[in-house]
């Protein structure tokens, strides 16, 4: 079965850190793209930041271009997101999600059809 366990999440104040990591199994790791989103109360889900773990394909939101940085541990089949300088509308539930595809990915975040299966997600709670 295909999991995705989000971890990492917490409470910090206005320009602190976090790393949220993201665990994945049960699928080739190498062959897709791994997705950060985040959903805040009475918004909707909107992508973070995405890595084609193949070839290193990166995307990010303007709104964090700078401050967060998502890399891949091919060994460990995880997925990290290092979040720095974080702001208190960075405040949202975070989840992970597996694509449907692998390079290509990253040139659609909007379009969360091409994501197949979805981690539980973890709250980061940002204070000002």
């Known amino acids: 079965d295909v999991q995705l366990q989000a971890s990492g999440g917490g409470l910090v104040q206005t320009g602190g850190s976090l790393r949220l990591s993201c665990a994945a199994s049960?699928?080739?790791?190498?062959?897709?793209?791994i997705g950060w989103f985040r959903q805040a109360p009475g918004k909707e889900r909107e992508a973070v930041s995405i890595?084609?773990?193949?070839?290193?394909?990166?995307y990010y939101a303007d709104s964090v271009k700078g401050r967060f940085t998502i890399s891949s541990d091919n060994f460990k089949n995880t997925v990290y997101l290092q979040m720095n300088s974080l702001k208190p509308e960075d405040t949202a539930v975070y989840y992970c999600?597996?694509?449907?595809?692998?390079?290509?990915?990253?040139?659609?975040?909007?379009?969360?059809?091409?994501?197949?299966?979805w981690g539980q997600g973890t709250l980061v709670t940002v204070s000002s």
């Open positions: 999600a597996k694509a449907r595809g692998s390079w290509e990915i990253v040139l659609y975040p909007r379009d969360l059809h091409r994501y197949d299966y």
């Open positions: 890595i084609s773990v193949s070839d290193g394909s990166t």
């Open positions: 049960g699928f080739t790791f190498d062959d897709y793209a």
